[in-house]
């Protein structure tokens, strides 16, 4: 089965939807569903495509697959200023995660440009080992996110630029094994205290700027800072 690109974009009176184990998923496929609440991807889907549901704004919960997923497209959930559940689909049922709760999959390795953008139901991030990208912008003005954690692991971690920016309410990060921090990846965030990892490389120009920090510990010898 296949969804081709910009197939049920527009669809302003669709209510639900569940899209099957296809074996291609276009880009744009169910972008400016204004009245779209819920979608369910069924396990074996492997990514969800640039903009597949971008300006849905009164979408309030998605079911991903737990086991099969790898990535999140560019600007995939961009403003969808509502979602606030990332529930998992098995091969057998949907088990439904708590409301705020953005726990990535594990097997998941990037996170696109701008894909969670506008965001603002998510409260609490969790970044699995398997997550090697989160692109520039990726949870910009994602309002109400208050923490991320990213789990340690062997696999290095890039943060793009702007990736955090603009999230008064984060006040809490956990930086485990990430490589590169973007151009003003936290800046104008509530940070008030950072650990930088030994993993740590290079921090870009800006990427704690206007922040709340008062506090950073470890900064290694080699990491280059950018000006």
């Known amino acids: 089965t296949r969804i081709g690109d910009l197939a049920f974009s527009g669809c302003t009176k669709l209510v639900s939807v569940s899209v099957p ?27 969800i495509p640039d903009y597949c549901f971008a300006g ?6 998605v079911a991903i697959p737990s086991d099969t997923l790898t990535s999140f497209g560019k600007h995939a959930f961009d403003n969808c200023i509502t979602l606030e559940r ?16 953005f726990d990535i999959p594990e097997g ?19 970044v699995p080992k398997t997550v090697i990208y989160i692109g520039g912008s990726a949870f910009l003005t994602a309002t109400n996110l208050k923490e991320v954690s990213i789990a340690d692991g062997d696999a290095p971690l890039m943060i793009n630029a702007c990736a955090f920016q603009e999230l008064t309410n984060l006040t809490t990060v ?37 922040s709340a920090l008062e506090e950073l510990t470890f ?4 990491v280059k800072i950018n000006t």
């Open 56 to 61: 849905c704004t009164s979408l309030k919960s």
């Open 219 to 222: 900064i290694p010898s080699h």
């Open 174 to 210: 956990t930086l485990n094994r990430v490589k590169y921090l973007g151009e003003g990846a936290f800046a104008k965030t509530g940070i008030a205290r950072i650990s930088l990892p030994a993993t740590i490389e290079e921090i870009d120009k800006g990427c704690f700027q206007a």
């Open 108 to 126: 998941v390795t990037n996170i696109d440009d701008f894909a969670f953008s506008g965001c603002a139901g998510i409260k609490s991030l969790i």
């Open 21 to 47: 184990a296809v074996t291609y998923f276009g880009e744009q496929a169910f972008r400016g569903c204004t009245s779209l609440t819920s979608a369910t991807i069924a396990d074996g889907v492997i990514f």
């Open 86 to 101: 990332l529930n998992y689909t098995t091969k057998d049922s949907v088990e439904e995660n708590t409301a705020g709760l």
